[in-house]
């Protein structure tokens, strides 16, 4: 099975703070994760001054900004990325953001940027699309609020595009921050295989690390999680991320699974519990004397451990044969005791 890839969301939860969005990379990398996204982007692109905030943003966000105050505010330079992709490089964890404009794309790009996360909120923005597909080559689609048509038709964007589908990866999402469970859909990724062939992964907004756990076992080639330095900091994302010690056992978690995921997928016994099938099982032992020639009844068998004699299964095999030799309570029957 090949490693799953995880991003881990630091998105906006540097709160405009350099800073703290060292902090942020200091905790993925020791988490151990693949990547680290911001969000690249320039509020006066993004959103209308007259744009209303989401009611996550409204609940997480105490003041009265509008959602275009609220981003301008969390805007990275591009001086902040060059930055913050060389702590990166120096923290041997992979820099990544995703762009939300024209401009902030086409800077990704030139940033040495190859790998393109398209955000749910873009996935019926068709000029857009177009531009990923014409610089990008490695593309991860989050689908919160899309059902499965408005996939396709992403998809088939991307694709006539020139995009190889083999090198495109399509996450199933919740755009809820946080998504209840009762909302997560998680088998929703797997009808996005089963309807376009393609390469799936979950981007989770749920409080914990249970579901993009199960996402792997699923089949999930690709997690993304928000995380955050501490849940109770004033922001839009911090109440649905992951604090440090949370993104770690996520990590730790998911490596896990994958070993749990790579047998062969054959029921067979491993070579670690092969010696434990005697100490485990029982074979056919004597529950009481027999004298040479006596016929074995039923009531002079027992299954006892060990499973080292003839198997338990031999039961009625066994019945109706003669013992030849005298033979004591408890003893573990063998083939060459009967005739």
Same mark, same amino acid.
């Given at each position: 099975?090949?490693?799953?890839?995880?991003?881990?969301?630091?998105?906006?939860?540097? %709160?405009?703070?350099?800073?703290?969005?060292?902090?942020?990379?200091?905790?993925?990398?020791?988490?151990?994760?693949?990547?680290?996204?911001?969000?690249? *982007?320039?509020?006066?692109?993004?959103?209308?001054?007259?744009?209303?905030?989401?009611?996550?943003?409204?609940?997480?966000?105490?003041?009265?900004?509008?959602? *275009?105050?609220?981003?301008?505010?969390?805007?990275?330079?591009?001086?902040?990325?060059?930055?913050?992709?060389?702590?990166?490089?120096?923290?041997?964890?992979?820099?990544?953001?995703?762009?939300?404009?024209?401009?902030?794309?086409?800077?990704?790009?030139?940033?040495?940027?190859?790998?393109?996360?398209?955000?749910?909120?873009?996935?019926?923005?068709?000029?857009?699309?177009?531009?990923?597909?014409?610089? *990008?080559?490695?593309?991860?689609?989050?689908?919160?609020?899309?059902?499965?048509?408005?996939?396709?038709?992403?998809?088939?964007?991307?694709?006539?595009?020139?995009?190889?589908?083999?090198?495109?990866?399509?996450?199933?999402?919740?755009?809820?921050?946080?998504?209840?469970?009762?909302?997560?859909?998680?088998?929703?990724?797997?009808?996005?295989?089963?309807?376009?062939?393609? %390469?799936?992964?979950?981007?989770?907004?749920?409080?914990?690390?249970?579901?993009?756990?199960?996402?792997?076992?699923?089949?999930?080639?690709?997690?993304?999680?928000?995380?955050?330095?501490?849940?109770?900091?004033?922001?839009?994302?911090?109440?649905?991320?992951?604090?440090?010690?949370?993104?770690?056992?996520?990590?730790?978690?998911?490596?896990?699974?994958?070993?749990?995921?790579?047998?062969?997928?054959?029921?067979?016994?491993?070579?670690?519990?092969?010696? %434990?099938?005697?100490?485990?099982?029982?074979?056919?032992?004597?529950?009481?004397?027999?004298?040479?020639?006596?016929?074995?009844?039923?009531?002079?068998?027992?299954?006892?451990?060990?499973?080292?004699?003839?198997?338990?299964?031999?039961?009625?095999?066994?019945?109706?044969?003669?013992?030849?030799?005298?033979?004591?309570? *408890?003893?573990?029957? %063998?083939?060459?005791?009967?005739?």
């Amino acid at each position: 099975m090949n490693k799953t890839l995880i991003i881990a969301e630091a998105g906006v939860n540097h %709160n405009g703070d350099i800073k703290l969005a060292e902090k942020l990379i200091d905790v993925a990398a020791e988490a151990g994760v693949d990547y680290v996204k911001f969000q690249t *982007f320039k509020a006066s692109k993004l959103v209308t001054k007259k744009a209303k905030r989401a009611d996550y943003q409204e609940v997480n966000t105490k003041n009265n900004d509008s959602q *275009f105050e609220m981003l301008r505010k969390l805007e990275l330079s591009y001086e902040d990325h060059y930055h913050l992709k060389n702590y990166c490089e120096n923290k041997k964890v992979k820099f990544l953001s995703t762009g939300f404009d024209f401009e902030s794309i086409g800077f990704l790009y030139k940033l040495g940027i190859r790998l393109a996360k398209i955000p749910s909120g873009e996935i019926t923005n068709l000029p857009y699309l177009k531009e990923i597909a014409r610089l *990008f080559s490695d593309i991860v689609l989050s689908t919160g609020m899309a059902d499965i048509q408005e996939v396709k038709e992403a998809v088939e964007v991307l694709v006539k595009e020139g995009v190889d589908i083999n090198k495109l990866t399509i996450l199933h999402c919740n755009t809820e921050y946080p998504t209840s469970m009762e909302d997560v859909n998680l088998r929703a990724m797997l009808h996005i295989q089963e309807e376009l062939d393609v %390469n799936i992964g979950y981007s989770d907004h749920t409080l914990g690390v249970e579901v993009p756990i199960a996402a792997v076992a699923l089949g999930a080639k690709v997690i993304e999680k928000h995380f955050t330095l501490d849940r109770n900091m004033e922001g839009p994302d911090h109440r649905a991320s992951l604090e440090p010690d949370e993104l770690k056992l996520m990590v730790s978690s998911i490596r896990n699974i994958e070993k749990a995921m790579e047998g062969s997928g054959i029921k067979e016994p491993s070579k670690s519990e092969l010696k %434990n099938k005697s100490v485990a099982r029982k074979s056919i032992h004597l529950s009481r004397k027999l004298k040479k020639d006596d016929v074995i009844t039923e009531k002079d068998l027992i299954s006892l451990r060990p499973g080292d004699g003839i198997s338990s299964m031999n039961w009625d095999k066994v019945i109706g044969m003669r013992v030849n030799k005298n033979l004591e309570e *408890f003893h573990k029957l %063998n083939w060459d005791d009967l005739i």
